[in-house]
């Protein structure tokens, strides 16, 4: 059979088209000025917010890509777990979702079968229902879905709204694109490949769940664009965010691979992106990779008051054991960002 | 000298391959040159052989295709070892206006100085932007078609990024990259000809 992988100039969200030139071409769309629209795509949010009634908004998104893995129901969980993760670091709830599937003429369908059933597992896994979708041919196989959700719209959990005195807290272990880039190098050993892919696959679901009961300040999940490009835009213009380089949790396997210059475009893209916002000075070279790794379904990182943060890590450690607190929010400073 | 073919290939691919082939080479070290089809993987080789001690340079070809060069070894700078490549035409544009006068003048003369670039044959290798020159690149400069022109012909596009993030207009940035002060000096080290402005 014909390989998942055999078919892909680049799989997951290290695909994503570049931040810098993605807004480029926003920037020349309309502003659409509904009230209801409560997070529209002006604000770069991981979802969009739109308001029913007083206590009641949905939250609407849509996420899809071409393999990273090549076995075809892992890769199904994996997109499917990535496109969820946005209703859940909005802070809202999955209701329902609809496939989304490129595949080649070519290839045999029982591929295709194995990863629509993964997606599956993972809507049914989140409490929310499949119920439809749309598939095309296309010369590259790709899968994903749009999903809605609801959540309370007085209790949005906006990606850039830190406030100064926070605590920074990362889910999951960052790597994820390096880890991948060894695999498709075929230097990747296999107890890094399942870090990997079991990280994937996971729902930010439960994290989530902690989260609900503590006050959020600010939360995002981490993407393509790496950790770095997400804390620049949580830092937005009114803090500063200081990075703990040396707290950061990652796959220990990725700190080699990066070392070794299994290194991805993505990050070089998001490195080019994140000149002149953060000063990677003496970062061990690893590290800086590890944090302009491309993620895809990464973990939610979060801003919430110092007097609780460690309360809450610990809560979130119960799901996500490599769960740390990374940082913390300043007043704004020289620089977006801070590594310390 | 070993030559490694990544066109369509993604990285780590080009990466992996130069860097086996320089451990291959093993103390003596050598010459690796890479063809690759663009500019991340550019980068990412160089950001390789910098990490491992190595001098690099590139020369952009035809339709997008790069050729990086890895030296690897004592004794054995990249001019001396290079195939001697003709890296062709550099222009240096460091401010908004051309020459001494009125200002409004010096404008014109340096959007009709662009649009003329843009009729030379084979095109500049690379333009490079800085200091006030870097208004030349952003977004509503009126010389943004004609440099997209010449990117289209192959020309690199090169900013200051200390520029941009100075006057604030790193976001603006309408057509080529971002560099920094060592892509600039590379490129200026490189050239056959460089003309200042």
Request: glycine share 10%; with cysteine.
């Amino acid at each position: 059979m014909m390989s998942l992988l055999s078919n892909c100039t680049s799989g997951g969200c290290g695909a994503k088209i570049g931040p810098g030139e993605l807004s480029k071409v926003l920037s020349g769309m309309p502003v659409f000025g509904d009230p209801n629209l409560l997070v529209g795509f002006d604000a770069s949010d991981d979802a969009a917010v739109y308001q029913i009634d007083s206590d009641t908004a949905i939250v609407s998104t849509v996420d899809f890509f071409s393999p990273m893995v090549n076995d075809a129901r892992s890769f199904g969980r994996i997109a499917a777990a990535n496109a969820l993760s946005d209703v859940y670091s909005m802070g809202g709830t999955p209701l329902f979702a609809l496939n989304l599937v490129c595949y080649p003429e070519s290839m045999e369908l029982d591929a295709l079968g194995e990863i629509l059933a993964g997606g599956a597992e993972k809507i049914q896994e989140a409490g929310a229902v499949l119920c439809g979708g749309h598939s095309i041919y296309d010369k590259e196989p790709k899968y994903g879905l749009a999903v809605t959700g609801r959540l309370n719209p007085n209790r949005i959990w906006r990606n850039n709204t830190p406030a100064p005195g926070d605590q920074l807290i990362l889910t999951k272990p960052l790597g994820i694109g390096i880890v991948m880039a060894a695999l498709r190098g075929e230097m990747a050993d296999e107890q890094a490949v399942q870090a990997a892919i079991s990280s994937m696959q996971r729902l930010n679901k439960y994290a989530a769940e902690k989260m609900h009961s503590f006050p959020i300040s600010a939360c995002t999940d981490i993407t393509g664009f790496g950790l770095l490009a997400h804390a620049r835009e949580m830092a937005g213009e009114a803090t500063s965010l200081v990075l703990y380089s040396s707290e950061l949790p990652y796959i220990p396997q990725a700190y080699t691979y990066a070392g070794d210059y299994l290194i991805t475009a993505a990050a070089q893209r998001n490195r080019n992106h994140m000149q002149g916002f953060v000063e990677l000075g003496d970062t061990p070279f690893a590290l800086q990779e590890l944090m302009l790794d491309p993620q895809t379904s990464g973990g939610l990182f979060l801003s919430a008051p110092k007097s609780c943060a460690q309360e809450l890590l610990s809560a979130i450690q119960e799901v996500e054991p490599q769960a740390r607190i990374v940082g913390e929010v300043l007043l704004p400073q020289k620089l977006p960002i801070l590594l310390r | 000298m070993t030559n490694i073919d990544c066109i369509g290939q993604v990285c780590p691919i080009p990466v992996i391959r130069a860097k086996k082939a320089l451990e291959g080479m093993g103390e003596a070290g050598g010459v690796v040159s890479i063809i690759v089809d663009n500019d991340i993987a550019r980068q990412n080789l160089q950001k390789m052989a910098t990490g491992l001690g190595h001098q690099s340079e590139y020369v952009q070809k035809e339709k997008g295709i790069i050729e990086v060069t890895i030296v690897a070894g004592e004794g054995c700078a990249v001019d001396s070892c290079a195939t001697g490549e003709d890296s062709g035409l550099v222009v240096a544009i460091g401010r908004n206006t051309m020459g001494e006068g009125s200002q409004e003048l010096g404008q014109i003369l340096i959007k009709g100085f662009i649009y003329a670039l843009k009729e030379l044959v084979p095109p500049p290798t690379h333009i490079l932007f800085f200091n006030s020159g870097s208004y030349l690149t952003s977004s509503n400069s009126n010389s943004l078609e004609d440099l997209r022109a010449l990117e289209a012909a192959g020309t690199v596009i090169l900013t200051c990024g200390t520029c941009t993030n100075y006057y604030e207009i790193t976001e603006k940035l309408g057509v080529g990259e971002i560099a920094n002060m060592y892509g600039i000096v590379t490129a200026m080290a490189g050239a056959k000809r460089l003309i200042n402005i």
